[in-house]
């Protein structure tokens, strides 16, 4: 049995209650803009999860929390291509991590998983009964209504933060002493990032965090009378359009995508192939266009040398390059160059899509903010 839907008919509490009641086994695909979860089921209880938000893998869900630094989760990455092992077992026997604090982190990052899935008012599902993952998984098992219950309230917290922190764009400002609370390394982090000149964005990027959770920290020391947030500021971002008069559909955006493609705007092609599939995930078309379009984007970033083995140097002081304008991702990826770590090591500790990682070194090579050894 396959059910369909749309989370603007059927409410998502309403959903899970429905699979728990009837003791469903199955697979639940949720989709909205660019992000796919899935959620499994076996006899109406959550047993797993799995997302396409890189945020939610496990290694930057701890790097996020607190557990691990940057260069154990390349470590980690590294030894799991050459056996295969799930990445919690790796970190568990680098001794990064407890096991039962392992287990407590999986299950924290199922549910926040889930509990997005609330705030969000226009997405797809479906649920595909007795599908149940291929890949090998930590046992978990979580109560439907409880999740619904707590769920409800990240939405009402989720509407309350907003009210003060209206985008990721605002810059939080500190007029107060910032401590986070006792036994919590990820507000910590995040709140020694606060400098009063980076986004929430840019912190949430450099942390490995989702936008929720710092702001739900930011949100904490502005009720303390701690901090202060200020209006947004103009963001360097590229946002998918197609030119005047055209119909706004899968086959238009793959058609101003290739146009970019031609002119060598990558990132453009990338984010326009991107919506394509978003807006009509269904099309066997546009998946097929999507991946001549990146294999044309591989390739050319091939022929400009960016291999996993080549070492990215600045080609000015972190400084100036800071003072650029801009996006939040490449400000990201200039942190990262210290003339040791290759592309490599970069794309394995980068919390943005492998693909973008690399179409964004290649706007830094050919704006001459880096060079390749």
């Not at 400009?304 to 990826?333: C, K, Q, W, Y």
């Amino acid at each position: 049995m396959s059910l369909t839907g749309s989370l603007n008919s059927m409410d998502f509490a309403e959903l899970l209650q429905w699979l728990a009641r009837g003791r469903k086994t199955g697979m639940l695909l949720v989709a909205k803009k660019g992000t796919q979860k899935q959620v499994y089921f076996r006899d109406g209880r959550i047993i797993a999860t799995a997302s396409s938000d890189h945020t939610e893998y496990l290694g930057h869900f701890l790097v996020s929390h607190g557990f691990l630094d940057e260069l154990t989760l390349a470590k980690a990455i590294e030894m799991q291509s050459g056996n295969r092992m799930l990445l919690g077992k790796i970190l568990t026997t680098l001794g990064a991590i407890g096991e039962v604090e392992l287990e407590q982190m999986l299950r924290l990052k199922a549910e926040e998983s889930i509990y997005e899935i609330f705030t969000w008012a226009d997405a797809d599902f479906r649920f595909v009964e007795d599908e149940l993952p291929a890949f090998e998984m930590v046992p978990i098992s979580l109560d439907v209504q409880t999740l619904v219950l707590r769920g409800a309230k990240r939405l009402d917290d989720w509407t309350r933060i907003r009210q003060l922190i209206p985008s990721k764009h605002c810059v939080p400002v500190s007029v107060g002493n910032l401590v986070a609370p006792e036994g919590d390394p990820g507000a910590e982090q995040i709140l020694q990032l606060v400098n009063d000149d980076r986004t929430i964005e840019e912190i949430a990027l450099d942390t490995h965090s989702s936008e929720f959770y710092v702001c739900r920290v930011l949100w904490d020391q502005i009720r303390l009378g701690h901090l202060k947030v200020v209006r947004p500021r103009a963001a360097a971002t590229i946002e998918p359009a197609v030119p005047n008069g055209e119909a706004i559909d899968a086959a238009a955006l793959i058609e101003v995508a290739l146009r970019h493609l031609d002119e060598g705007h990558l990132l453009r092609a990338l984010r326009h192939t991107r919506a394509a599939c978003d807006l009509d995930p269904e099309s066997r078309a546009a998946k097929t266009k999507a991946r001549e379009i990146e294999d044309r984007i591989r390739r050319t970033l091939a022929e400009h040398g960016l291999g996993n083995t080549a070492v990215p140097h600045l080609s000015a002081n972190l400084a100036d390059l800071s003072r650029l304008e801009i996006s939040a991702e490449a400000g990201f990826i200039l942190s990262r160059i210290n003339g040791t770590y290759d592309l490599g090591t970069i794309l394995k500790i980068s919390p943005i899509p492998t693909l973008e990682t690399q179409v964004v070194l290649w706007q830094l090579l050919e704006a001459g903010h880096i060079y390749l050894d």
